[in-house]
């Protein structure tokens, strides 16, 4: 997105690239009105200029909504800058103030409170660690009491950089404020659903307010995805804010024809010395992956897949076909080249001794067949995986090719949306999205999304019957997530046991997650494996295999899957627990089940009553839920029917 003529990318000096100030003025709206470094090289500190790639951050920063809430926390992610791949993650920080509590008050204040929020933008994503800092920070320039005091703002950005210069992304740091154990306990059974909307890339829609949960709940959802807030977010961000119509139309013009080729040259897998860069990048021989990417532009890394480069190191090509794919909602040019591959599977096995050598030094996940599920308990991630750079998905992948390219290719995750981004949802270079938005008007437009997930409620809501049955969870599905949330809900109550166990805390919950996506990889593996696929959901396996995220991982050996059980962790036979699960979940999710709910509360309610008036009340009362319950065992039956089938 880098303009012709710009200025080279200044070099930051830590993982904090900059501390941002933004205040509400009641003429010209939400602005920038400090920043350390300026935002823009050669003005100062309290400039309102903004890089265009940015021009939203004030908005992010200062969410709608917020004059109704003393405080509140927002993340954030912002399109990359001077052409670089990687996305920039936004924590913020909002309070506001009487304007008569302030010592010095500035000739601008006109209103009763003063709205501000201080952010920092992070190359990193740690977003709970950089929250707490932050707090502390916001809190103690508030306490100020005097906006213009702003060196307590730059010592903040000398101290994140040299606390966070050494910081590394494995393990609890990245994870530092995202409960899992608090998400099951809320969405329960639909936690999975969610997992699987992700998967299968759908445009998906967070909405609560205040800000602060919506953006905990989306992120801890991605949580669950083995190795993504890690790793797999640094594409997630690439749109183009709109300026006119006039522009939009330009931008038509510009685009590439799809007889155009595109080349990215990637460093041969096979001689890839591994090391350490400045700011924590792995660096393949001696040129940074990042550097690999810079030379491609940004409208055509959107539009166009990646190439591969050959052990001569020439740049092969990958022609864009001029039709579209009547098998999935997206173009065939994100259908990666066999011939490519096969190239590249060959000089992956003059290597292949080194590999496996490599994979028996690594912890095993795989599940012993014998024995039960529940007895089997996946390991904690212990922070010393071994990453290499994908050679299609540009991701740092582990030995399971972990995490999948889902945020790629114009998938975007926006934790938060302010309501001056919201034509991304009907963006034509955006493909689908993860986003949460705490203004109504984005959850009233259902068009523009495939499912719209109400927090508060804990209710998930799918637009299309097709898609809902695709998500009907199986058999085997309802016992794993009945096993997560037995497992969280069983000591919940004990003050001092809660949440500090591993089995039911935190990281038991991601781990179980990661040996369920690590169990569906490798049985799509196998020959002949309808029926291990069917604990899956046959549909749903399907329709994932149309995704982009499944065709990048596909498209590359994972020899350390060949380790794992490649059966579901739940398989084994029905029996009348499943049946009871199956009752259950079809009352809790369905509108049958709901007024049968319904209709039992209210004639619980008229029992505790008194006298003659209960039992007339009891027998409509009864009489009602006998036509509900027939009506919604009969269909009940035919969707059983239907699954056994």
Known sequence: MEKRGAPPAPAPRGPVLHIVVVGFHHKK????????????????????????????????????????????????????????????????????????????????????????????????????????????????????????????LKELYDHMNSSLGSTSLEGSQAYLGLSPRDLVLHFRHKVLILFKLILLEKKVLFYISPVNRLVGALMTVLSLFPGMIEHG???????????????????????PRLDDYVSVSAADNSNTNLGMGKGGRKMAGNHSLEGQKANVPFSQSEKTCNGAQSSNGTVQRLKVPSRTSPASSESDWETLDPSILEESNLREGEHENTASEQAENLPSKGMSSESLPITVQPQANTGHTVLVPGLVSGLEEDQYGMPLAIFTKGYLCLPYMALQQHHLLSDVTVRGFVAGATNILFRQQKHLSDAIVEIEDAHVQIHDPELRKILNPTTADLRFADYLVKHVTENRDDVFLDGTGWEGG??????????????????VLQPDNEKTLSDFGMAFVAAWKNTHNYRVWNSNKHSALAEVNSSHPFQGQYSVSDVKLRLSHSVQNSERGKKIGNVMVSTSRNVVQTGKAVGQSVGGAFTSAKSAMSSWFSTFTQSTQSLGD
């Not at 004059?67 to 913020?92: A, C, I, K």
């Not at 991601?510 to 569906?520: D, E, G, I, T």
């Open 506 to 523: 935190d990281e038991w919950i991601r781990a179980q997650f990661s040996a369920y996506l690590h169990a569906l990889l490798a049985a």
């Open 233 to 255: 977010l640094t594409d997630c961000s690439h749109y183009r804010p709109r300026k006119s119509i006039s522009e939009d139309a330009g931008l038509q013009e510009n685009t």
């Open 29 to 152: 709206g939400c602005q920038v009105e400090f920043s350390y470094p300026p935002l823009k090289p050669g003005e100062g500190h309290d400039s309102h200029g903004l890089p265009e790639e940015w021009k939203y951050l004030p908005f992010l920063a200062l969410p709608d909504g917020a004059h109704n809430y003393q405080e509140d926390t927002v993340f954030f992610h912002l399109p990359p800058r001077y052409g670089d791949r990687t996305t920039v993650y936004g924590v913020s920080c909002y309070r506001q103030i009487e304007a008569k509590a302030l010592k010095v008050r500035q000739a601008d204040i006109t209103r009763e409170t003063v709205q501000k929020s201080v952010c920092v933008l992070s190359q990193l994503p740690l977003y709970g660690l950089l929250q707490a800092k932050l707090q502390l920070i916001t809190h103690a320039y508030f306490e100020e009491k005097d906006f213009t005091q702003i060196s307590i």
